[in-house]
């Protein structure tokens, strides 16, 4: 599982004109799966983004979680964060989960963050979407489930 969190002032994501999913500060998660990922694997990257201490406190120092600061997700899918570009110029996905794998655990993934207490907004799976972000900071973490879940 690999996920790019990304501290945000605002996020919208936009399928065909239409709103699907807009929250104002907290993070935007762009959430790829691999073919053996477990629901285990999901439990811990999600302790670790909801535990992460990237927003200020009262210092400006980054100090506070996404639940200290009653902050929201907007999840989006997206497999070409498995992307393989070794050979050539145009990128292979087979080192992403396929649908019947990635959904399920993708629907997982969102409802677990909704039971820890954390709005959650989402894109569309499969869907072309559009997504308007103001990266606060800029904060971006890379988190990949190999380096996480040893």
């Known amino acids: 599982m690999r996920v790019v969190v990304q501290r945000v002032s605002h996020a ?81 996905f087979v080192k992403a989960a396929k649908p019947d794998i990635a959904i399920p655990l993708y629907d997982s993934f969102n409802a677990s963050l909704q039971a820890k207490g954390i709005d959650v907004q989402t894109g569309i799976f499969g869907a072309d979407m559009k997504i308007d972000l103001c990266n606060d900071g800029p904060v971006t973490i890379v988190l990949d489930s190999e380096e996480i879940c040893k």
Do not use: W
């Open 12 to 92: 919208t994501c936009t399928v065909d004109g239409q709103v699907t999913g807009s929250i104002q500060e907290g993070f935007l998660v762009l959430v790829g799966f691999a073919p053996n990922d477990t629901q285990a694997i999901v439990d811990k990257m999600i302790h670790k983004i909801i535990n992460l201490r990237v927003f200020g406190d009262e210092n400006g120092k980054m100090n506070l979680s996404i639940q200290a600061i009653n902050g929201a997700i907007l999840s989006i899918s997206q497999f070409t964060l498995y992307a393989d570009c070794k050979k050539g110029n145009r990128p292979s």
